[in-house]
Each structure stands twice: as C-alpha cells, then as structure tokens.
C-alpha cells in the first residue's frame, strides 16, 4: 500500500540557517492560521527558553495541507549539542529540506546533519535560504554544497536532488537563481513531487516506532511515532517491545490517539500505516520502543544515538544560603529531576556517585547541560554544579579524547589574536579561505581548549566573531591546556556588601556583586587579572569618628559591577569552585569556603608536588 496524500519531511540545517522562519511562511501559506489571525515570528519556538536565545532546542511536529496531500512537517534544532535530538527524529521521515545559508553556506552541523540523512537513505531537497541577503554568494554557495556531497559519497540520484532557491523571510521560493516566485508553491510541488510517500502492509500486524515523548499533567506521557505497519486505534490492546533491550516486554492498551492538524492535536479514533501519531494510555512508553499488535510484538531497530562528550557534577546545595530561595532542595528532588529527564533526552547520561548528594551528568557539550541548568533553575530547583570534564576513552592502550571541529568567521584584522589563542589551546589550523571580506579559519581542537573561549572570542574579535564547533572524534589526548590565566576575588567575611568595601576591592580587580548584596566566606565575588586567588573584605565599613570631610562619601566612585550569564559562570569556573544555582540567583563559590582550611589544603598539594 502506498499512501499518496501524505509526505513526512524534516527541516534540517546549521543553527540560525532560518528553519523555524521558514515554516512560519510554510504554516501561513499552508492555511493553518486565519488571514486576521495575529501570530507571532518563530511561532514553533514555543519554549520561553527557546524565545529568549533564539534557538530550537527541541524537535516539533506540525502539518499543512496542499492540493490534497497532508505534509508532515518537523522542526528541528540547528545547535550541534542538541543533535541528538535530530537523529531520533528522521526515523520519522521519509525525507529532509536541507536548508543552507546563502551567505555561510555549508558549516559544520550541515555535514553532520547531511550525513546522518544518508546513511538512512532519505530523499534530500536542498534549499538555498536567505538569496535576499545582501551578502548573499548564490552561485559560490552552490558549488560549496556539491562539493559536500561528493566528500560524503553520495550515490548518483542523490547528488541529482533538486536545489530550491527561496527566503523564508519573504516567504518566496524559486527553482531558479533568479526566479521571480511569489509564495513557496514551488517548493510544496517539489515536495510532493520527489519525497517519496509512506509506503508498507495496512494489512499487517501493527508496528508503531516511538520517536518522541511528551507529558502531560492530565493524561501522563505521550508516545509519539510514525506507524511502519497496519493500523492502530482507540482501546487497542498493544505490546510493548525494544530492540536493544529485551527485558522491555509488556502490554498495555491505547487510551487516546491524535494526529497533529497545524499547530494542534486533534482527537481521532484509528490512523493507519504512515500516519505519524501522539498516543497516551502507556506510562512506561520510551524512546526507542515499539508499540506492536498484542499477537504479533515484533520490535523496530532504532537508530543508534552519538555518546556524550562533556560531564558535570551535580550536587546539594551545601552553602549558607543554602534553601533559602529554592523550592526543591534535597538530593531526592534533585534525582527524581534528572532520571525524569533521561526520560525525553537520549543524548544525556546521568549516573550516581559514591556519594549520595552528587550525580554525574553527561552531555553533548556545554550548551546542552546549560540548558538543563537553566530549565531546573526555572522549575524552583536549587543545586549546585562543577566545572565541566570532557570524558575519555582508552583504546589500544592509549588515551584519547573528543576533538571538535572549529570554523571561526573573523574580520581580516583579527586573524592574528585568534591563531594566537589557538596555539595556546592546542588548536591546529587546517583550512583557511577568503568569505567577502571576512576570512573562514578551520581548526582542529581538543573539546577542553574550547572551555571558557567563547567570551574570550567575542572580545578579541570586538564581537564581530563567529564561531561554531562540532564533535569530530576521539584522538590521542594532547598535553596540559590552560584554560584561566587569572584568578578569583574572594569574600574574606559573611555579611553585606557595602560601597566603602567594594571601592577597595575594585582595585584588585572586576568585581561581580553591588552594594547591598549578601555574601559569605568564600564565595567568589570578582576576577583578578593576575594568576592567584585574593581575599578580599567587601563587607568592611569606614571606620566611624567625629571628624569628617563634607561630601566624602560622595566620592566613592564605584565601577558598575560585571553581570555574568549562565554560560559565562560554567566558563570562568575553576577545578576549585562551584556554581551555585538558585531560581534568583547564580553564585561562584569555592568548593572549601573557610579561608584557613583552603590555605593548608592548597600548601598539601603544593607539597605532594614537589614530593613527586
């Protein structure tokens, strides 16, 4: 059986490449949204954090309607550490609109995007984004793209696949460099025309892959997959198989079905072979299983997701402050809060440690456990994190260590402070080529030398820099990196910060912290420029008499303290420090706060070195 009135394609590009913008357009032309309706820009983007970084973080599904054929449509993320989550979801598809930047062309997420889209044989239409950019290399672009398919081997018919010129901006889509197309009706025709509809048995015993999984307060998790055989409905009983793991073997009974229609979920009662499905009634359902026919519980394999490069410890807030602006504060919540995660991420890893109060959290990198971080925070969780390791592996005897690929974008001027930087982190140059007036540098780094750079980058290059990286492969572990030259601030007292402390203070550094903000021993209130930890007391007052100058206190002129992101925190962090997180606030702290306790433990180890 095949089914003609559907399609199943994912959007897959580099971030910022205009994935989510062009299916606002693809959504409003497809008649999704009323002609008065007022939407939003990125209305995929439904996650605040998503909003807020403009990025996609999470895969979504949505559907449009043209000239009779249903197309499936899945958003996906462009960030390398969210790839992922682009993996699991191409089993749902029968092809992918590769979406290219007509300016940067292919970048390293697109190869890696590209690749796994092969290696599952989907059909691929490749689609020139943003020709409306002034800077726009059209034709350069092209090439640039042919040239990567060819690297990757591609067979004959796939390196025939049809290009498509458009802006997701403008909402127009041409089959020419310089067609003058009003909508993307040629980019639905070629759709319809070359993605290859679901094709399999209706009369089959049911096999429905789980790709995705939802929750809901109401109805508990939510499976979502395309169906590969026969059909499923409302109160069907189901077994539940894995092909991995075989201890996953039980029944249950589907008590809802949805199709998605747009942007919502309607309520149906059967869907058939091709349909992709949300489901509910199954509370143990996982990415990865299969939702069989009760007599015949034949298991799908499922694609084989990439290990996580980064880990950080996660642990109970142990501060001072400890529990005073956090709703969930103990190891219990913290644990329940992560397992509950591995739930929908297969990218993470989370294991115990011999200790009850910490658990090692493993990623894909560092935006994806910031986000983690940030999304806990939200929820009223406090904890407090360490700073991240790259995991390594031992093969033949020797060390190895992930590798990232780094493609930086950098005016002329600036080429000579980022190879300097390079250097020092272990980087080495493999490409480096003329784009307008801006050059591309390609370097091959260790994951670590990445650690803590890319505010770093953004002052050396004036923040006219871009860069991205993605994961390359496990090689032979190179020598010492130095991430952080300088060292830390640190409160010498509990108490309150107040002006005639901070004015001190400010002259040993940048400090992070204002008047009026509470500190404690040990926590970490400024940057230093010299290597080497200062104590410092920001809570000292100005000594009281009866004699004083008119307009004296006036005079203390305060530098405007230094606000740090959640990233830039996990980036300035020291083996020796600690972030604590809380929904109102994010403090540097040392793992030892008292001041005497820090100093002998520091002379130990300086003494075991030299032992050695």
Same mark, same amino acid.
């Given at each position: 059986m095949i089914r003609n009135d559907i399609r199943n394609i994912a959007i897959i590009a580099h971030v910022d490449h205009g994935k989510t913008t062009l299916v606002d357009e693809m959504l409003k032309q497809g008649g999704v949204f009323r002609d008065n309706q007022q939407v939003v820009e990125r209305v995929m983007d439904n996650n605040d954090l998503e909003r807020e970084r403009g990025i996609t973080i999470l895969a979504k599904n949505t559907s449009i309607h043209y000239k009779g054929v249903k197309i499936n449509i899945i958003d996906t993320p462009g960030h390398a550490d969210f790839s992922g989550e682009v993996e699991r979801v191409l089993k749902?598809?029968?092809?992918?609109?590769?979406?290219?930047?007509?300016?940067?062309?292919?970048?390293p997420q697109t190869r890696f995007v590209l690749q796994k889209a092969l290696d599952m044989?989907?059909?691929?239409?490749?689609?020139?984004n943003k020709i409306d950019r002034p800077d726009a290399r059209v034709s350069e672009v092209t090439d640039e793209i042919l040239e990567l398919f060819m690297d990757l081997n591609v067979s004959e018919e796939q390196l025939e696949s049809p290009i498509i010129y458009c802006s997701g901006k403008k909402g127009t889509a041409s089959l020419t460099q310089n067609g003058e197309e009003k909508d993307l009706r040629p980019l639905f025709d070629t759709i319809v025309n070359y993605i290859e509809p679901p094709e399999g048995d209706a009369d089959m015993p049911l096999q429905l892959l789980v790709s995705a999984v939802d929750y809901n307060e109401y109805v508990g998790r939510i499976g979502i997959g395309r169906i590969e055989r026969g059909c499923v409905k409302v109160n069907q009983e189901v077994a539940i198989r894995n092909s991995v793991d075989e201890s996953v073997a039980y029944k249950g009974r589907i008590q809802s079905l949805f199709q998605i229609e747009g942007l919502k979920r309607v309520a149906i009662n059967e869907a058939y072979m091709g349909d992709i499905v949300c489901f509910s009634g199954i509370e143990k359902i996982f990415i990865g299983d299969t939702v069989c026919d009760s007599s015949c519980p034949e298991p799908l394999d499922f694609v084989k997701l990439g290990d996580p490069t980064v880990e950080m410890t996660f642990s109970v807030n142990d501060s001072p402050f400890a529990g005073k602006e956090g709703k969930f504060v103990t190891s219990r919540h913290l644990r329940d809060r992560l397992f509950k995660e591995l739930l929908k991420d297969l990218s993470l890893r989370v294991s115990e440690t011999e200790s009850a109060d910490s658990f090692k959290v493993a990623g894909r990198g560092e935006m994806h456990l910031s986000i983690l971080i940030e999304t806990m925070r939200r929820e009223g969780y406090e904890f407090a994190v360490s700073t991240p390791k790259v995991l390594l592996k031992e093969?033949?005897?020797?060390?190895?260590?992930?590798?990232?690929?780094?493609?930086?974008?950098?005016?002329?001027e600036c080429i000579g402070v980022v190879m300097e930087k390079m250097g020092v982190r272990k980087g080495e140059l493999e490409h480096m080529n003329p784009v307008g007036s801006r050059t591309r540098l390609e370097f091959l780094i260790p994951s670590r030398g990445l650690f803590g750079y890319r505010n770093e980058f953004l002052t050396d290059t004036k923040g006219e820099g871009i860069m991205n990286s993605l994961f390359y492969d496990y090689l032979p572990m190179k020598g010492e990196i130095v991430n952080r030259t300088n060292g830390s601030l640190i409160a010498f007292e509990t108490g309150e910060a107040v002006s005639y402390g901070l004015y001190n203070a400010q002259e040993r550094g940048t400090l992070f912290i204002e008047p009026g903000t509470k500190v404690y021993e040990g926590m970490v209130v400024g940057v230093s420029p010299k290597a080497g930890d200062i104590n410092v007391n920001v809570c000292k007052k100005k000594h009281i008499t009866n004699m004083r100058a008119a307009g004296s206190d006036e005079a203390l002129r305060l530098v405007p303290a230094k606000k740090m992101s959640l990233e830039a925190c996990i =980036?300035? %962090?020291?083996?020796? =420090?600690? %972030?604590?997180?809380?929904?109102?606030?994010?403090?540097?702290?040392?793992?030892?706060?008292?001041?005497?306790q820090r100093a002998k433990f520091r002379y130990r180890v300086e003494q075991e070195k030299n032992s050695n």
């Open positions: 749902m598809v029968s092809g992918v609109l590769l979406l290219v930047d007509a300016a940067e062309g292919p970048m044989n989907l059909r691929i239409i490749i689609c020139i093969r033949n005897g020797v060390i190895l260590e992930p590798y990232d690929k780094l493609i930086v974008d950098v005016p002329q =980036e300035f %962090l020291n083996d020796d =420090e600690l %972030l604590e997180v809380t929904p109102l606030s994010l403090r540097i702290r040392k793992r030892i706060l008292n001041n005497e």
